[in-house]
């Protein structure tokens, strides 16, 4: 089969079709040579045991994760892909791949809790689909230029600037929720914002807020331009939705799964067609992902708001210590850095734990809850049958 042929067949093909058609090496030599890129299925990790099973757990935990905070859980899954070896370019492309039936199967499960705007993510998403395009050329230019290391160091350095301060910013809030004993806590910037009355002027009913049309569109380009340069766009989004629109935090979680199914299948389209897919971590991902958002969907309805705050912000700031450690091992790939072979592998070793440590932290915590709350629940339910035996 020709260079051109595959390109004139990927985009005749349905979008889930293309998807696999581009992500067979062969093919995706001949794509990549047509785009004017580097030949990016060379950079695909081989898979042994040791990596499904790992992928299969990432995927089940980064699922719970996602179903729980509405985030994707790409800022788990990226990084666990990276420790494995595989392209930063290459992991969000596939996260962006195995995201969108996800999202679609947490936004569904949690939209039947009445926890969903439907009309906030889809006006949501609408700017979010052209941030998806921006941060995807930039993402391309990155890794044509400086190959597989820039890429890495780029989605690296990000990680760790975004993670540190939204996590410290989210845990911070969460404890002043926790010290007021109230479920969640009103932002002042989006009150003030909620009183600028700037045309059109657009109610979210479900999520009770009346806001401009103009302050969801940087909240969405935002979100867009991250999920497709780093897979993440939910640190954007959740708390955009949140301290700008004023959602309360279990609306804004559960919309953004909405705008993450859009992003991910406009942006699965565009990644694939260069070539950036590896299908096969996709579907071991989504295996273990599938089942995982769903029971993460259910642990929302057993914890208080500010349980979504502790979550996300306790593994933001894991995360972003694993990936600290990765960026000097990037920086001695590109050059700039001189270390011993030693200190390459122990730096490796550090951030691979520090990444499995932070996903095993927010399964413990998520699951815990879940536990604790049934428990208390079923000893309400013990004490209330105990009263009324003594009553009869």
Same mark, same amino acid.
Not at 88 to 91: K, L
Not at 105 to 109: S, T
Not at 190 to 200: F, G, Q, S, V
Not at 226 to 230: H, K
């Given at each position: =089969?020709?260079g051109?042929r595959a390109?004139?067949?990927?985009?005749?093909?349905?979008?889930?079709?293309?998807?696999?058609l581009?992500?067979?090496?062969?093919?995706?030599?001949?794509?990549?040579?047509?785009?004017?890129?580097?030949?990016?299925?060379?950079?695909?990790?081989?898979?042994?045991?040791?990596?499904?099973?790992?992928?299969?757990?990432?995927?089940?935990?980064?699922g719970?994760?996602?179903g729980?905070?509405?985030?994707?859980g790409?800022?788990?899954?990226?990084?666990?892909?990276m420790?494995?070896?595989v392209p930063?370019?290459?992991?969000v492309?596939?996260?962006?791949?195995?995201?969108?039936?996800?999202?679609l199967?947490?936004?569904?499960?949690r939209?039947?809790y009445?926890?969903?705007?439907?009309?906030?993510?889809?006006? =949501?998403?609408?700017?979010?689909?052209?941030?998806? !395009?921006?941060?995807?050329?930039?993402?391309?230019?990155i890794?044509?230029?400086?190959?597989a290391?820039?890429?890495?160091?780029?989605?690296?350095l990000?990680?760790?600037?975004?993670?540190?301060?939204?996590?410290?910013?989210?845990?911070?809030?969460?404890?002043?929720?926790?010290?007021a004993?109230a479920?969640?806590?009103?932002?002042n910037?989006?009150?003030?914002?909620?009183?600028?009355?700037?045309?059109? =002027?657009?109610?979210f009913?479900?999520?009770?807020?009346r806001?401009?049309l103009?302050?969801?569109v940087?909240?969405?380009?935002?979100?867009g331009m991250?999920?497709?340069?780093?897979a993440?766009?939910?640190?954007?989004?959740?708390?955009? $939705?949140?301290?700008v629109?004023?959602?309360?935090?279990? $609306?804004?979680?559960?919309t953004?799964?909405?705008?993450?199914?859009v992003m991910?299948?406009?942006?699965?389209?565009?990644?694939a $067609?260069g070539?950036?897919?590896?299908?096969?971590m996709?579907?071991?991902?989504?295996?273990?992902?599938l089942?995982?958002? !769903?029971?993460?969907?259910?642990?929302t309805?057993?914890v208080k708001?500010?349980?979504?705050?502790?979550?996300?912000?306790?593994?933001?700031?894991?995360?972003?210590v694993s990936r600290g450690?990765?960026?000097?091992?990037?920086?001695q !790939?590109?050059?700039?850095?001189e =270390?011993a072979?030693?200190?390459v592998v122990?730096?490796?070793?550090i951030?691979f734990?520090? $990444?499995?440590?932070?996903?095993?932290l927010?399964?413990v915590?998520?699951?815990?809850?879940m536990?604790?709350?049934?428990?208390e629940?079923r000893?309400?339910e013990?004490?209330?049958?105990? !009263?009324?035996?003594?009553?009869g």
């Open positions: =089969m020709t051109g390109v004139w067949m990927g985009r005749l093909l349905p979008a889930t079709a293309a998807i696999v581009v992500s067979i090496p062969g093919v995706c030599e001949a794509a990549g040579e047509m785009l004017g890129e580097k030949d990016v299925a060379r950079h695909f990790v081989e898979l042994n045991a040791a990596s499904v099973f790992f992928l299969s757990v990432l995927g089940f935990l980064g719970l994760i996602s729980f905070i509405g985030s994707g790409a800022f788990v899954l990226t990084p666990g892909m420790s494995l070896g930063a370019a290459v992991a492309a596939s996260n962006m791949c195995h995201k969108f039936p996800k999202a199967v947490g936004a569904y499960k939209y039947r009445g926890q969903v705007d439907i009309r906030l993510g889809l006006i =949501m998403a609408a700017s979010a689909t052209v941030g998806v !395009q921006i941060g995807i050329k930039i993402q391309k230019i890794f044509a230029k400086w190959g290391a820039g890429s890495n160091l780029y989605v690296s990000a990680f760790v600037s975004i993670l540190t301060v939204l996590g410290i910013y989210i845990l911070l809030d969460a404890r002043r929720a926790m010290r004993r479920e969640d806590t009103s932002s910037l989006a009150e003030r914002i909620k009183k600028l009355n700037i045309p059109p =002027m657009v109610h009913k479900r999520a009770n807020t806001v401009s103009w302050f969801t940087p909240v969405g380009l935002g979100t991250l999920a497709a340069t780093i993440v766009g939910g640190f954007i989004g959740v708390p955009g $939705m949140i301290y629109l004023g959602v309360p935090a279990m $609306m804004a979680s559960a953004e799964l909405v705008i993450a199914f991910g299948l406009t942006g699965t389209i565009n990644w $067609m070539g950036f897919v590896d299908i096969r996709v579907l071991l991902i989504l295996a273990g992902s089942f995982g958002v !769903q029971l993460g969907a259910v642990g309805t057993y708001e500010y349980m979504i705050k502790v979550v996300m912000s306790t593994i933001m700031l894991i995360v972003s450690f990765s960026i000097p091992v990037y920086l !790939q590109l050059g700039t850095l =270390m072979p030693k200190t122990l730096l490796k070793n951030s734990l520090t $990444m499995c440590a932070a996903l095993a927010g399964g915590i998520i699951l815990g809850s536990w604790k709350k049934k428990r629940l000893d309400s013990e004490i209330r049958a105990q !009263q009324v035996t003594l009553r």
